[in-house]
């Protein structure tokens, strides 16, 4: 019987490809739209409606920005993290300087970037869109990389060395080997880049700097007008319209990749159960894409087994000419990536150069009095962030490994966070702050709270993630062996998330740390709200136009989070790859 039920939802149905038809039709519409909204005539300040029924239409402009954000993060990834990975002399860098660029605030990166995109484009709003687009982009990339770099290094050793024996090249071992290892990872990830690019949402789309107001049409900026007009209605129907949008995104596509990536599990008995998704079955159900998937596999298939045949086979007699002709194959690719790299190195450097000797004019207007205010600002800010990633850690760590080893609890709490998670909390920072106002907590302490929302979510979606890879023949061992309580915790569960826990506490305290600037000075009603430290003092300067101050703050948070990277972070890296990698 349950055979039966599973061949009918597979069946083919005509009303299904012309859903899909649809669905297609609505996002090239969609695209063609936000296209327009590029190519319009650049406005000083665009007039936000808070009319209930215009959040679908800024809600659609959010979304589409999210996902160009969201395409330009994964390709980001992908490369970056597939060089970090392979390259040690560039990991040496590559990886710190991530940390350090996750932790700068949205408001390092935007007043320049605006700046320049708008006199790039003076006459239209492309370059208040890619401002914008890449500002997201900024919220979301750190934490995909981060994941991408650790998968890769978590390659099992036979695996390569299945790899090596057929001579797979660099993009056949890419495609068939790196991307489905961490794809589980990634997939998570992705969910919580996509929360971490919403968390800002109300500041990229909505922006001030000294007397410039640079606003663009979006459930954001729609917010922003509403927390500074204190509409409360407004404010309730933005966070109502965000909520749907999150849910149909969850279900239409989140859902079905959770489903689809599971077959990337790296274990050697079969899972208990089998995640499901209504729309990966209707989609299944699509002659359309069964057409799409026949066509595409034979050839991936031809180009395999030519591969395959040409690596380990050498006629008789002809190993010189093999070898070179094999030479011949591999080594434009090899150089073309040589001359790309030396490339971008130059560029890189250059922009570098410039940089530093722009920003010592800068930091040469920065008095003393400036200096200690910095310093003491960070130390603030420091204690408060820390804060944050440890009350998170307490209840994310626990939660993750239960819901992620119990299929149960993940299918009731998997899409709840999923959507609360997703859910951009500076939205919520106004209903938060009245709460602790009006029960007389010191908006220096209630902070905290805020920092916290933006950091958890990183630390529960990296070790949920972990929680669903560990192998069930190792879930079974502790059957076996009879383990309960704290003995199978620490044995097991706690040492198979570690890697993906590091993950967590990197880019849960780089989030910690970006979102001091809007939970340290927030704006509520007629009153702002300001808790001394390094994020209140890098928005105040923004708002002021005080570039030298701001330079100066961003600089300092740089270098601090430079110095926790080598004391802290990378001497955990080594010890998760070294003693606590199931795959070592």
């Not at 007397?211 to 954001?220: A, T, V, Y």
Request: proline share 5%.
């Amino acid at each position: 019987m349950p055979e039966r039920r599973l061949a009918e939802r597979h069946v083919p149905a005509l009303w299904v490809d012309a859903l899909v038809v649809l669905i297609l039709c609505a996002i090239i519409a969609g695209v063609v739209g936000l296209a327009r909204r590029w190519v319009a005539p650049l406005q000083p300040a665009f007039d936000i409606d808070l009319s209930p029924w215009a959040l679908p239409r800024y809600a659609l402009y959010s979304l589409e920005r999210g996902f160009a954000a969201y395409a330009l993060s994964l390709v980001f990834t992908l490369i970056y993290g597939t060089v970090a990975a392979y390259n040690p002399r560039a990991e040496r860098i590559m990886i710190p300087l991530l940390d350090i660029l996750q932790g700068i605030p949205v408001l390092g990166f935007l007043p320049g970037l605006v700046l320049g995109m708008v006199a790039l484009f003076p006459r239209s709003t492309v370059g208040l869109e890619l401002a914008c687009v890449v500002m997201i982009f900024t919220g979301q990339v750190w934490n995909m990389t981060f994941s991408f770099y650790g998968s890769l290094r978590a390659i099992p050793a036979d695996l390569r060395e299945v790899a090596q024996v057929h001579r797979f090249g660099w993009w056949t071992r890419f495609r068939t080997l790196e991307v489905p290892a961490a794809t589980i990872g990634l997939v998570w990830n992705s969910m919580m880049s996509m929360a971490g690019g919403w968390f800002f949402l109300t500041v990229t789309e909505a922006f001030t700097l000294g007397n410039h107001d640079f606003r663009l049409p979006g459930i954001g900026s729609y917010m922003s007008v509403a927390i500074d007009r204190g509409d409360v209605t407004a404010m309730l129907s933005a966070i109502v319209a965000m909520v749907i949008m999150i849910v149909a995104v969850d279900q239409l596509v989140w859902r079905p990749i959770i489903v689809w990536a599971e077959k990337f599990k790296i274990e050697e008995s079969g899972a208990a159960t089998v995640s499901q998704s209504w729309v990966l079955d209707l989609l299944r159900r699509s002659r359309m894409t069964a057409w799409l998937r026949d066509m595409i596999r034979p050839r991936t298939k031809t180009r395999l087994r030519t591969r395959g045949a040409a690596g380990p086979r050498t006629p008789a007699g002809a190993g010189g000419t093999a070898r070179g002709a094999a030479a011949a194959v591999v080594l434009p690719p090899g150089a073309m990536l040589a001359v790309a790299t030396w490339s971008i190195t130059v560029v890189f450097a250059g922009l570098t150069m410039w940089g530093v000797i722009h920003l010592a004019g800068l930091l040469c207007q920065v008095t003393a009095r400036q200096w200690l205010t910095i310093v003491h600002s960070l130390v603030l800010t420091f204690l408060r962030t820390s804060a944050a990633v440890c009350i998170g850690a307490a209840w994310a760590v626990p939660a993750g490994i239960r819901i992620g080893l119990s299929p149960r609890l993940s299918r009731i709490f998997q899409p709840v966070i999923q959507v609360v998670a997703a859910f951009p909390a500076p939205m919520l920072f106004p209903l938060v702050t009245a709460a602790f106002l009006a029960l007389g907590v010191r908006f220096s302490w209630g902070c905290v709270a805020l920092m916290l929302l933006g950091a958890q979510w990183y630390l529960l979606f990296n070790v949920l993630a972990g929680a669903m890879a560990i192998p069930q023949d190792l879930r079974e061992t502790v059957d076996v062996y009879r383990l309960r309580g704290f003995a199978a915790w620490r044995t097991l569960y706690l040492p198979s998330v570690f890697p993906q826990l590091v993950t967590g506490l990197i880019t849960a305290a780089g989030g910690a740390w970006n979102a001091s600037i809007v939970s340290e000075y927030l704006r509520y009603k007629d009153r702002t709200l300001v808790a001394p430290g390094l994020g209140a003092l890098i928005t105040q300067a923004t708002a002021q136009a005080d570039f030298p101050l701001l330079a100066a703050s961003v600089l300092i948070m740089a270098l601090t989070l430079a110095g926790l990277n080598r004391m802290v972070w990378k001497r955990l890296y080594h010890l998760a790859d070294t003693r606590y990698s199931l795959n070592r």
